[in-house]
């Protein structure tokens, strides 16, 4: 318990300040977590290490949390992770039961969360052990298994691998790094370039682009309507809330949280994939599930807890690994970076004291979070009224100063945004895939170091499989998401031609050609 | 021997371009599949009149969309511009941001009422000057 005396109290205000900001961005439809962590950046610049840490994580879980706000009351996931909240958390708010709904919600998340932590804290270092033993080959290969499970759980299999090898080639713009071994030469770029190009675009500049103001282009674009106009939000506080609702949920609780920690894990999995396979589970499951999407405890507790696990879980791949579990973790990865962390292999048998600080943040956040929501629960709710012409315009700005402030003064990277901006508008508007093609750009340099001095070193492609009996079970891992992504499609391509046969039982209209093609 | 067939061996002094290279090949590969299955398809769809292109044929509220493709680059440039008149204090951010906040805000306001008028103006001259106090003045980071 040493590393506790070099923790001050602006740390512990810390925790509490980011987890109250991440909480409001949550619970702010269309903000997210990641938005969160993005824009709050600039903050973090100044911060020492462990208190930069502190209000990160904070930002983390709030952010996460805040989602089941606008879930219960307004029928409006503030996540995406929250949407199987709103099935039966709008149910019992529209019976005045909103309080009460929120109250499970927070329950659930804070255990969620706790039980992810802990799996994070005795996992993650058996992993990274593990895989400090990896050489390039092995590294390279987790790197391609990272973007194969993430390709394989993208809506098509196709289009998210094309976005994910779209990324990497857009981190391979720049030098080929003198100091990872290259040549530094630069690629990919024409010559007038070169000054502002020469080590690539910056990690930071291209996530908030992406996540700050592409989605500010796809509001303006539809005329950034006020979602809840007129409405207001009733928060009732019929239906007393008492600890006995979670009598018998015991199995739903566990079981939640350890598929949101290990859903999390996967690389580039969103949190709605979590909350979606917890709530089915325990409608599978259950002995009674009849209730459920009607206003029933039980599906908030199973969606709340699974989604909340999902923080513990995304570090352990990003801590053990280097590998970030999804799009927060990715903004993560990059301030971490700033604070001077290499995340990987190396990093909790290198900074136990700092390994040691995060989990104490990350499990106060989730106290704080716990303590904030149960008990301001209703002034916390009103922060979904924002209107949004205040809100962007201020997003807007403070992506600017991350961007601008992140290499101390580089006006090239507020350009950064724009360009990335528009070209994550324009991703999402023909249908690729943003959380692939995140997590290639993040890792594309690193891959292409690994992979060219396996071939440096060894001389053949050969290596890739005769390495060592690690690379071949990771190969089977390969092998086994690609196969879990084809099944997947064949499943859902029957199941969207039985439903259309039973809609369309006279003719095949051509209508029934149309979902086919509805991923692409 | 088969062992053969994977021999490679990279020059040093084109390795920059050695992992590129398999990238454009393994881009070019997935894109000639996803015309085939994917685009393909589509068009023909859309030819028959059953979907829609994205972005060109989608409705859309020009004037914020494309008002606001403006604003963001004005903002940037004038920025860097205002910045350079008064360097190392700030002001470039702070005054352009409030300008943009402003602008931003009655762009994306649609009833404007005397209320919201009034808010909107405050939070265009309060906002920015609380992040440029908080940031370039107690963190000291730099801004524009």
New interface residues.
């Given amino acids: 318990m040493e590393f506790l005396s070099v923790l001050d109290v602006s740390f512990f205000l810390l925790v509490g300040f980011g987890t109250l900001v991440g909480i409001i961005f949550g619970a702010i439809p269309g903000m997210t977590a990641t938005m969160a962590v993005a824009v709050c950046l600039?903050?973090t610049?100044?911060l020492g290490l462990n208190n930069g840490l502190a209000l990160l994580l904070g930002l983390y879980v709030g952010g996460i949390s805040g989602g089941m706000v606008p879930a219960v009351l307004l029928n409006i996931p503030g996540t995406p992770s929250s949407i199987t909240t709103t099935f039966d958390g709008y149910p019992m708010a529209r019976r005045g039961e909103g309080e009460k709904a929120l109250r499970i919600c927070v329950i659930a998340s804070v255990i969620g969360g706790l039980i992810s932590a802990a799996v994070l804290f005795l996992f993650a270092p058996l992993l990274a052990d593990f895989s400090i033993k990896f050489s390039y080959v092995e590294k390279f290969l987790i790197i391609l298994l990272a973007l194969s499970v993430i390709a394989s759980l993208s809506n098509?299999m196709?289009?998210g691998?094309?976005s994910g090898?779209?990324g990497?080639?857009l981190s391979?713009i720049g030098?080929?790094s003198i100091s990872d071994g290259?040549?530094?030469?630069?690629?990919?770029m024409f010559d007038f370039m070169e000054p502002y190009l020469f080590e690539g675009f910056s990690l930071l500049p291209v996530l908030i682009g992406i996540f700050g103001?592409s989605t500010?282009?796809l509001e303006?674009?539809?005329?950034?309507?006020?979602d809840v106009a007129g409405e207001r939000v009733k928060i009732g506080a019929s239906g007393r809330f008492s600890l006995s609702t979670f009598k018998g949920s015991l199995t739903n609780l566990t079981r939640s949280s350890f598929i949101g920690t290990f859903v999390g894990m996967l690389p580039g999995v969103g949190g709605s994939a979590a909350s979606v396979l917890a709530y089915t589970q325990e409608k599978n499951l259950a002995k009674d599930s009849s209730q459920m999407g009607k206003g029933a405890p039980q599906g908030l507790i199973a969606s709340e807890s699974a989604n909340n696990a999902l923080t513990g879980g995304a570090l352990i791949p990003l801590l053990s690994l280097g590998i970030p579990g999804d799009a927060t973790t990715a903004v993560l990865i990059g301030a971490f970076t700033l604070q001077g962390i290499q995340v990987g292999p190396l990093f909790i048998p290198e900074n136990h004291e700092t390994w040691y600080i995060m989990m104490t943040a990350l499990v106060l956040a989730n106290f704080v979070m716990f303590v904030l929501m149960f008990f301001a629960i209703k002034h916390i709710a009103k922060v979904v009224m924002v209107p949004?012409?205040?809100l962007?315009?201020?997003i807007?700005?403070?992506c600017?100063?991350g961007a601008?402030?992140i290499n101390?003064?580089i006006?090239f990277d507020?350009?950064t945004?724009?360009i990335f901006?528009?070209l994550g508008y324009?991703i999402q508007?023909?249908?690729l895939e943003v959380a692939p093609l995140i997590i290639g750009f993040i890792l594309g340099s690193q891959?292409?170091v690994y992979?060219?001095k396996s071939?440096?070193s060894f001389?053949?492609?050969?290596i890739f499989f005769t390495k060592s009996p690690i690379a071949l079970v990771l190969w089977a891992l390969i092998a086994a998401s690609v196969l879990f992504a084809i099944a997947m499609g064949f499943k859902s391509r029957a199941r969207q031609k039985m439903e259309l046969s039973q809609m369309h039982t006279p003719s095949n209209t051509?209508?029934g050609?149309?979902h086919?093609?509805t991923?692409? | 021997m088969a062992s053969d067939l994977f021999d490679v061996s990279i020059d040093f002094e084109t390795s920059h371009l050695f992992f590129p290279t398999l990238v454009h090949w393994i881009l070019g590969g997935l894109l000639a599949l996803i015309l085939i299955t994917k685009v393909a398809p589509f068009l023909a769809a859309v030819k028959r009149g059953e979907r829609a292109l994205p972005i060109v044929s989608e409705s859309r509220d020009n004037l914020r969309f494309f008002a606001t493709l403006a604003l963001i680059p004005a903002y940037f440039a004038l920025m860097a511009i205002v910045g350079d008149l008064f360097p190392y204090t700030g002001y470039g951010f702070l005054f352009v941001s409030m300008a943009f906040v402003l602008c931003m805000s009655l762009l994306y306001l649609h009833d404007w009422t005397k209320k919201a008028l009034v808010i909107v103006v405050v939070n265009a001259v309060v906002a920015p000057s609380l992040a440029w106090f908080v940031l370039a003045k107690l963190f000291t980071i730099t801004l524009p």
């Fill in positions: 600039p903050l610049y100044a098509s196709l289009i691998i094309f090898v779209i990497i080639w391979l030098d080929y290259g040549n530094g030469h630069t690629r990919l103001i500010i282009l303006a674009e539809k005329g950034v309507k006020r949004k012409h205040i962007y315009p201020l807007v700005m403070m600017v100063v601008y402030a101390y003064g006006m507020v350009w945004l724009l901006g528009v324009l508007k023909i249908g891959a292409e992979f060219v071939l440096e001389g053949t492609y050969s051509t209508a050609k149309r086919d093609s991923n692409g």
